[in-house]
C-alpha cells in the first residue's frame, strides 16, 4: 500500500493527465488503482425491471383461460398482470396508461384481447415470455361498453356507447363490414334510444343467434343469417348482466332493483319468472322493496344435481355499512358469502370450455379491490383456496422495505419452520384452481430476503429467491404494547394520531438473526431469534430521555482540524446527575400541562406468551420532555458483536448495550464534535419506575471556552435567532401536530412543504471553498421530518478500524453521519467475552469529526489495503433459550479482523456517500484520496456500498430519477441512466439496492417491482422467467349423439367467414377505427430479431401453429372416422334386420 503524504498529493497534482478518472483528477491524488486492480467496468451494467409482485393496484377487469388455466387481471393504470401456478406471474403494461375495461382470452390460443377506456382494443401474445402486443385497433368515432369473443372463433364483437356492435377478426385485427346498428336491434316504434350494449354473447346451440343487451332494460336476439331480430324482450329496470342456460333455451337478466328475470327464448312477452334474492316478501302478496343493483349473475348447470346461480350485488338499502356480499344460489339453499372489500369483478370456474355443455362449476375467482379470493363450490361451506400468491403485501400499508441478497442459506428454511405455524386452518383442501405455466429455469440460486415494515406494526419476511415471493414469517410488535380498547383510552401522549406502531426504519443481522425495530412513537425493539416457545413475565424496558437545545447561534461548523476538549459525558449520565433539569426546556405545552418523562406507548404488564421465532429481547422508549413530544428516530444499527445498539434523531443519538439493558451514552449531536476522553458508564438495570434514564444534553459539569464552535447550550430557549425562522417554526409544529401520521404519505409532502420553508432564508453553498467549510443546506434528506432546523443522525456504521490518526492497530468503532454532512468516529471499549462481557461496562469515546461532505449522509463502509469489503463483525446465531453447552457451542464471535497498520502507512479505506458526494477516506492517516460529486442539480435518495461481480460498488438512487454506480475506491461513473423518473414519493422511501445487482421499491401501495442493474442477469432474464403458455390439448367437444345429428337437435354451427368476411359483407369505415400493428407481431419480430436467433424464433412458432393445426385436423379425420364406422356398422345391421322380411311383414 502506498503512503499518502502531502508531497505526494502536490505531485499528483502536477501528474494527473486528462485520462485519468474524474474522481482521481478531482482530487489531485495518485491513482490507486496502481496498486488496487477495479474489475467493474460499464459493461457490467445494465438496468431493467425483472418481476412485479403483490396485488395488482385499482384492478378493473378479469378472465380466465380454462384450458391453460391463466388468470388475467387489468387495473386502472392500464397494467396486466398474469397468474398461473404458485410462482408464475407476469406484468406488462399498455403504453396509453388507460383504464382495462374487458378482457378476453383466445382460449387454449395463448393470446389475451384486451379493451381499455381509451377506446382501444389490443391483441396480446403469451406464447413468449415477456408478452407483446401483435396488433392494435383505436376506434375514432364511438366509445367501447363492451366486448364478446366466442370459442374457437376468430370474430370479435365489439358494443359501442350508441347502441351499434361491430365485429373484429382477431387475426388480421380489421373492422368487418358487418355491423348491427342499434335502429334495426330494437322496435321501429321506440321513440328512445335503448343506451349503450351492456352484454353481447350467442346462443350456447345457436351460433347464429346473438343475444344483444341494452343498458335500458331490452334484450335482443338476433339472427346474424337473416340480419333481423327474431325476438325482443323488454323489462322496465336497467340491465347490468346477462347469462344463458347451457341448453339455450333460457337467460337469465340482473337489473338495477335487485331482481333477476329468467326468460323463455321463444315467449318474450313477459319473464318466465321473477326474483329478488335479498328483498323482503311482503305477506300481501305485493312486489317486494327494491334492492341494490345486481352488478352480475352466471348461471351454471351441472349434470347430478341443481344449477348454480352466482351473482354479486343486489343487497336490500337497509344494510347500511354492511360489507360486499357474494350470493351463492343452489337448489333451495342461498349462501351469502361476505368478503373484506367491495367486488370488482368474479368469474365461476368450469370443467369444461364449451357453453353448451353441462358447465359443472367447481369455483368462483372473487376479484376485491384490494384482494383475490377462490371460493370452493364443492365443499360444504364453500369454504376458500389458499392464496400461493404473494398478495398480502398491502395487507397494512408499507412503511419501510429492506432487500438482502445472497443472504445464509439455513436462513430461509428457518423462518419458513417458524412461519408455517401461523397458517390459517379451514382453507379447501383441493389444490389451487390457477395451475397453468411452467417455472422459469434460471441458473441463480443464491438465497434473496425482503422485509417490510407496515403500519400496523407488523413486520413481514419473504422469500424472494429465484424471481418468486413468498412470505416466510409474520412479527407482530405491536404485542409488546398495551392497546387502547377505544378513542377515549387513547393516551393522550401518543404523537400520532393514526397507527402509533408503524415501523419507521428497522436493522437486520442476517448472521446473527438480531433484529432491532424503530416505531413511529420514539421506540426500540430488540428482537432475537428463537426456535423455542417461551413466556416473558416482565418485558425488559428503558426509557431514554433525549433533549438537546440550540443557544442562539448558528448550528456548528465541523470543518476545521482544532477541536477544543468535549465535557465528559460521564457527568451527563451518572446516576446522580440524572435527574430532570432544574430549569425546564421551554417546550410546547399541551392543553392538560407539560408532560414529562412519559412514553408515548405502554408497554403491557402482563406475561407475554412468544411463539417460536422474533422474540422480544429489549424494549427502549424516549419520553416526552418539558411538554416536548420526543423527536422520531432517524437512523439506527444493532451489532451483535457487540451486543449495542445505537439510535439517533435531531437530538443526538444514544447507545444502548442490550445485554446488560443499560444506556451508555446520550449525547447531543454538536458534543460529538470535539474528541472526549474515553469514560465508563456503570451498568444499570432498566428502571421500573418512570423517571429519566440519561440527563438532556443541556446538563453537563464541564467547561467550555468561548472558542468552542461545539457549544453545550444552557440557554432555555429553543427559538432560532430571527423573528422570520420564529414565526416559520411555529407554523411547522403546528401543522406536525395537527397531521403526524408518519405512515402515511403525508409526512412526505409535509417534509417537502418544511424543506422549501427552511430553504427559503438558507445562503447558496459556497462552492469555490474548502470541502470542510462550505454552508451546508438543512434539511436536504426526504426521509426525514424534523430537520428543519437541527441537525439529526442520518446513518450508523459498526466497524473495526483506526479511531485515531495516530493508531496503528484495530479496535472496535462506531461512524456517525449526519444529516449535514459530517462524519464523526466513536471509538468502543468492551470488555472481554463471556460473563465479563455482561459484568463490566463498555467503554465510549468521541474521537471528533472524520471528514465534511455536502449533504446528508447516506451509506458508510469500511475496505481493506485490497479493496475487499470488512462487513461489521458479528456473531453466529445461537439459540437463547437452548441449555448453556450449546449455547456456548455455537456463540463465537466473526470479526472483520483486518492487519493491523504499520507506522505510516494506510491499510484501510473508509466509503462515505451523502446526498451529493462520495468521498474515500484513507485510514487511519484520515487522507481524503478520492471525491466525486455525484448530482449538483438533484440529490441522491438511497445510497448502498453493495458486491457485484466478484468486486465492490456505489449504487445511487437520485430524485431526478437517475440510477448511478461508481467504482471502489476510485469511485469511477460506471452507470448513469435516467430510469426511473420518480413520480410517487413511495418510491423515494422504498427504493432500496442489494448485491449481485438486485434492486426493489413499492410501486404503488400494494405492488413491489424488483429490478436488476446487473449486465449478466439482464442476459440471463428471459431463461428466469416463468412461462404462461404451454401446449394443451383443447378437450373434446360435448357428443352430439345419433338422433341428435339425426334430426338436428344438437348445437348449430355458423359459418363466419362466410357472413363476416370481406366477400360477404364488404369493407369497413377506414375513418371508424385506425389499425397499429403491434411490436410484437411477425413484422416487429422481423425487424427486432436477426440471425439464426430470429430464424429460430419464428421457425418454432410457425412449427408450433402448423403442428397445432395438424394435431386439429387428425382429431376431426379420427372422429369422422369413427362416425363413419359407426354409421356403417348400424346401416349393416338394418340390412340385416330386414334382409329376409316380406314387405308386408315390416
Avoid at 453553498?765 to 432546523?789: C, G, M, Y
Avoid at 403458455?1029 to 363466419?1056: C, H, I, M, W, Y
Amino acid at each position: 500500500m502506498k503512503k499518502f503524504n502531502i508531497r505526494k498529493v502536490l505531485d499528483g497534482l502536477t501528474a494527473a493527465s486528462s485520462s485519468s478518472s474524474s474522481a482521481a483528477a478531482q482530487s489531485g491524488t495518485p491513482r490507486e488503482n496502481d496498486v488496487i486492480q477495479e474489475t467493474l467496468q460499464s459493461e457490467h451494467f445494465q438496468p431493467c425491471k425483472t418481476v412485479r409482485h403483490g396485488f395488482p393496484y385499482q384492478p378493473s377487469s378479469m378472465a380466465f383461460d380454462p384450458v391453460q388455466k391463466i388468470l388475467a387481471i387489468g387495473t386502472q393504470a392500464g397494467a396486466l398482470r398474469l397468474f398461473g401456478r404458485a410462482g408464475v406471474e407476469c406484468y406488462c403494461q399498455h403504453e396509453s396508461g388507460s383504464a382495462v375495461i374487458q378482457l378476453q382470452f383466445l382460449v387454449n390460443e395463448g393470446a389475451l384481447v384486451s379493451a381499455l377506456a381509451d377506446d382501444s382494443i389490443h391483441l396480446w401474445n403469451l406464447r413468449q415470455k415477456i408478452p407483446a402486443i401483435l396488433h392494435s385497433l383505436k376506434f375514432n368515432r364511438e366509445r367501447i361498453t363492451y366486448c364478446h369473443l366466442p370459442f374457437q372463433s376468430k370474430w370479435l364483437y365489439i358494443g359501442t356507447e350508441r347502441g351499434n356492435i361491430h365485429i373484429v377478426n382477431v387475426e388480421s385485427f380489421t373492422l368487418s363490414g358487418y355491423v348491427i346498428m342499434w335502429n334495426k336491434a330494437i322496435e321501429l316504434s321506440t321513440k328512445t334510444h335503448p343506451g349503450p350494449v351492456v352484454h353481447i354473447s350467442d346462443n350456447p346451440m345457436d351460433e347464429g343467434k346473438l343475444l344483444i343487451g341494452f343498458e335500458c332494460g331490452v334484450v335482443v336476439l338476433w339472427d346474424l343469417k337473416c340480419k333481423k331480430a327474431d325476438y325482443r324482450y323488454t323489462y322496465d329496470e336497467a340491465i347490468h348482466s346477462v347469462a344463458w342456460h347451457h341448453e339455450g333455451k333460457q337467460f337469465v337478466c340482473s337489473h338495477s332493483d335487485g331482481t333477476l328475470t329468467t326468460w323463455n327464448v321463444r315467449a318474450p312477452a313477459k319473464p318466465a319468472q321473477i326474483i329478488t334474492p335479498h328483498g323482503k316478501q311482503p305477506k300481501d302478496g305485493k312486489k317486494p322493496e327494491p334492492c341494490k343493483p345486481i352488478l352480475k349473475v352466471e348461471y351454471k348447470t351441472t349434470r347430478a344435481g341443481d344449477p348454480f346461480m352466482v351473482l354479486s350485488g343486489g343487497l336490500s338499502y337497509d344494510t347500511v355499512g354492511r360489507r360486499a356480499c357474494l350470493t351463492v344460489m343452489h337448489g333451495k339453499s342461498t349462501a351469502v358469502l361476505e368478503m373484506d372489500y367491495p367486488i370488482v369483478d368474479f368469474l365461476t370456474l368450469c370443467e369444461t370450455p364449451y357453453p353448451n355443455d353441462f358447465q359443472e362449476p367447481y369455483a368462483v375467482v372473487v376479484l376485491l379491490e384490494k384482494d383475490l379470493v377462490v371460493i370452493d363450490l364443492g365443499q360444504i361451506g364453500y369454504p376458500i383456496f389458499e392464496n400461493p400468491y404473494p398478495l398480502t403485501i398491502h395487507e397494512s400499508p408499507v412503511t419501510c422495505c429492506e432487500y438482502f441478497a445472497d443472504c445464509p442459506a439455513e436462513l430461509i428454511p428457518a423462518l419458513y419452520s417458524v412461519g408455517s405455524r401461523q397458517k390459517r386452518q379451514g382453507y379447501s383442501k383441493k389444490e389451487w384452481p390457477i395451475s397453468g405455466g411452467n417455472w422459469g429455469q434460471g441458473t441463480q440460486s443464491y438465497p434473496e430476503i425482503i422485509i417490510t415494515g407496515h403500519a400496523d406494526g407488523s413486520i413481514k419476511f419473504w422469500d424472494a429467491s429465484a424471481l418468486m415471493l413468498q412470505v416466510l414469517y409474520k412479527l407482530k410488535t405491536a404485542k409488546v404494547f398495551e392497546r387502547a380498547r377505544s378513542k377515549e383510552e387513547k393516551p393522550s401522549t401518543e404523537i400520532v394520531e393514526e397507527d402509533p406502531f408503524a415501523i419507521q426504519t428497522l436493522s437486520w443481522c442476517p448472521e446473527s438473526r438480531m433484529l432491532c425495530v424503530a416505531g413511529v412513537s420514539a421506540h426500540v425493539i430488540v428482537y432475537r431469534f428463537s426456535k423455542q416457545e417461551i413466556t416473558t413475565e416482565t418485558v425488559q424496558l428503558l426509557e431514554v430521555r433525549m433533549q438537546c437545545e440550540f443557544s442562539n447561534g448558528d448550528s456548528p461548523d465541523p470543518g476545521g482540524e482544532q477541536t477544543p476538549t468535549l465535557p465528559t459525558p460521564g457527568a451527563s449520565s451518572s446516576p446522580q446527575d440524572s435527574e430532570p433539569p432544574t430549569q425546564p426546556s421551554t417546550g410546547s405545552n399541551s392543553c392538560d400541562g407539560p408532560r414529562d418523562n412519559i412514553p408515548c406507548l405502554k408497554v403491557r404488564s402482563s406475561p407475554l406468551k412468544q411463539s417460536p421465532g422474533y422474540q422480544v429481547e429489549l424494549v427502549i422508549q424516549l419520553v416526552w420532555v418539558s411538554g416536548e413530544p420526543p423527536q422520531p428516530i432517524s437512523s439506527l444499527a444493532i451489532n451483535s458483536s457487540y451486543g449495542l445498539v445505537v439510535f439517533g434523531n435531531s437530538n443526538g443519538l444514544a447507545v444502548v448495550d442490550y445485554l446488560q439493558k443499560t444506556l451508555l451514552l446520550n449525547m447531543g449531536t454538536s458534543e460529538l464534535y470535539s474528541p472526549s476522553e474515553p469514560y465508563q458508564r456503570q451498568p444499570r438495570s432498566p428502571r421500573k419506575q418512570r423517571q429519566p434514564s440519561g440527563a438532556a444534553c443541556d446538563t453537563n459539569d464541564g467547561s467550555n471556552t468561548s472558542e468552542d464552535r461545539c457549544k453545550s447550550p444552557t440557554s432555555g430557549s429553543t427559538s432560532p435567532c430571527n423573528s422570520d425562522d420564529e414565526r416559520k417554526q411555529k407554523f411547522i409544529q403546528k401543522v406536525k401536530f395537527k397531521s403526524r401520521r408518519f405512515s402515511k404519505t403525508v409526512a412526505n409532502d409535509f417534509a417537502k412543504m418544511s424543506r422549501k420553508i427552511s430553504s427559503s432564508s438558507e445562503q447558496k453553498p459556497d462552492l469555490d471553498a474548502k470541502d470542510n467549510s462550505f454552508i451546508r443546506s438543512r434539511s436536504s434528506s426526504v426521509s426525514s421530518i424534523d430537520r428543519e432546523s437541527r441537525e439529526a443522525i442520518s446513518s450508523f456504521h459498526f466497524c473495526e478500524s483506526f479511531p485515531r490518526k495516530i493508531d496503528s492497530l484495530v479496535s472496535p468503532c462506531l461512524l456517525v453521519g449526519t444529516t449535514q454532512g459530517t462524519v464523526m468516529m466513536v471509538a468502543l471499549s468492551l470488555p472481554p467475552g463471556g460473563d465479563q462481557r455482561l459484568q463490566q461496562p463498555v467503554g465510549i469515546s468521541s474521537c471528533g469529526t472524520l471528514v465534511s461532505l455536502k449533504g446528508g449522509i447516506l451509506t458508510m463502509a469500511l475496505l481493506d489495503a485490497t479493496g475487499t469489503l470488512l462487513p461489521p463483525a458479528y456473531e453466529s446465531w445461537y439459540d437463547p433459550n437452548a441449555s448453556d453447552e450449546d449455547k456456548e457451542k455455537n456463540r463465537r464471535r466473526r470479526p472483520a479482523s483486518p492487519p493491523s497498520s504499520q507506522e505510516g502507512q494506510d491499510s484501510q479505506f473508509a466509503v462515505l456517500c451523502s446526498e451529493k458526494q462520495a468521498k474515500v477516506v484513507a485510514m487511519p492517516s484520515q487522507t481524503r484520496i478520492y471525491k466525486h460529486n455525484i448530482t449538483e442539480t438533484s440529490f441522491v435518495l438511497r445510497a448502498d456500498v453493495v458486491q457485484m461481480a466478484g468486486a465492490n460498488c456505489i449504487a445511487c438512487f437520485c430524485a431526478n430519477g437517475h440510477i448511478m454506480t461508481l467504482s471502489l475506491p476510485s469511485l469511477r461513473p460506471l452507470l448513469d441512466v435516467n430510469y426511473l423518473p420518480l413520480t410517487d414519493m413511495r418510491i423515494a422511501r422504498t427504493f432500496c439496492f442489494s448485491n449481485l445487482g438486485q434492486a426493489l421499491y413499492l410501486t404503488s401501495a400494494t405492488e413491489i417491482q424488483r429490478i436488476t442493474y446487473s449486465q449478466e442477469t439482464c442476459d440471463n432474464l428471459q431463461e428466469m422467467l416463468s412461462e404462461l403458455f404451454t401446449p394443451v390439448e383443447t378437450p373434446e367437444a360435448p357428443n352430439r349423439g345419433f338422433f341428435k345429428g339425426l334430426f338436428g337437435g344438437g348445437a348449430q354451427s355458423l359459418d363466419r367467414e362466410d357472413l363476416f368476411g370481406e366477400t360477404a359483407s364488404g369493407k369497413a369505415s377506414r375513418s371508424l377505427a385506425q389499425h397499429i400493428p403491434g411490436p410484437g407481431g411477425m413484422e416487429g419480430m422481423k425487424g427486432a430479431a436477426s440471425g439464426v436467433v430470429g430464424d429460430l424464433a419464428r421457425a418454432r412458432i410457425a412449427l408450433d401453429e402448423r403442428g397445432q393445426k395438424l394435431g386439429e385436423l387428425d382429431e376431426r379425420t379420427a372422429a369422422m372416422m369413427a362416425s363413419a364406422d359407426s354409421f356403417s356398422k348400424h346401416a349393416h345391421d338394418m340390412m340385416l334386420k330386414y334382409k329376409d322380411k316380406k314387405w308386408y311383414q315390416l
